[in-house]
């Protein structure tokens, strides 16, 4: 997750472009595997840069951008959170810094994440800018949402969770490296990687996308909802 034209991986229309081609290529790569081989299974990590001075794995929207077309969350941002929700194999996100807004959807839309114990924050920053939360986003995080204590910090409040406490509440589900532990972005995408070895062969048959399918039939409805009006709230 290289973004070329803003150093904090903002999700522009090219950055989500880039995703939806990169996701296209996975997924044929995997169709393409002849059903005798699939047994190996497969898995995607997703990771921003992992060079010791890396502090962010998204910033979330390129506000301007957004709202410069009132169809940016159909054609772009929730196109890449459905995707993600329905990909037939398991999916990483490596968290080795930041996630805010946007962002932060981004990472909750993959199967699992990853996270650094020692910096980064993952947050819902809208409301300390007076940004009204769009259904399609909050459909994708409350795929990972298990306490309305949680949600409600989260949303209405918006609250840093650090890696520990990400991890107590189930944002996040393992980190690397743990708190107090030396290591940066490298030990988290190091992390993210033997997580995904581990998940590799359940997907070997079709259950693996055809029960999130199932799991997340509500909130893929929401995505496939028409959002336009939601650039006139950012």
């Known amino acids: 997750m290289l ?3 803003t150093p904090d991986n903002r999700l522009t229309h090219a950055h989500l472009e880039a995703w939806l081609q990169a996701l296209d290529h996975v997924e044929g790569r995997w169709d393409a595997i002849p059903d005798a081989k699939k047994k190996e299974g497969a ?6 840069r992992v060079d010791p001075s890396q502090k962010i794995w998204s910033n979330g929207l390129d506000l301007a951008a ?8 159909d ?12 990909f037939p194999i398991p999916t990483v996100a490596s968290v080795g810094g930041h996630a805010f807004a946007g962002g932060f959807a981004l990472a909750a839309s993959h199967d699992y994440r ?3 114990g020692n910096k980064g924050f993952l947050c819902m920053n809208e409301i300390l800018f007076g940004a009204q939360l769009p259904p399609g986003v909050y459909a994708a995080l409350s795929t990972k949402v298990v306490h309305p204590a949680t949600a409600r910090s989260m949303v ?8 520990p406490e990400a991890k107590a509440v189930g944002l996040v589900d393992v ?10 972005p490298a030990e988290t995408l190091d992390g993210a990687v033997q997580l995904a070895r581990k998940l590799r062969p359940l997907c070997a048959w079709d259950a693996w996308g055809s029960n ?4 997340h039939s509500y909130q893929l409805a929401v995505l496939r909802e028409k959002n336009f009006e939601a650039t006139s709230k950012l």
């Open 66 to 73: 957004a709202t410069s077309d009132e169809h940016f969350f």
């Open 43 to 48: 898995a995607l990590v997703s990771t921003a």
């Open 212 to 215: 999130k399918l199932v799991m």
């Open 75 to 86: 054609t772009h941002l929730l196109r890449v959170y459905e995707r993600l929700l329905a």
């Open 175 to 184: 980190l690397a490296p743990e708190k107090g532990q030396e290591g940066g």
């Open 156 to 163: 209405l409040e918006g609250r840093r969770f650090a890696g």
């Open 3 to 5: 973004g070329t034209e």
């Open 114 to 116: 990853v996270m650094n």
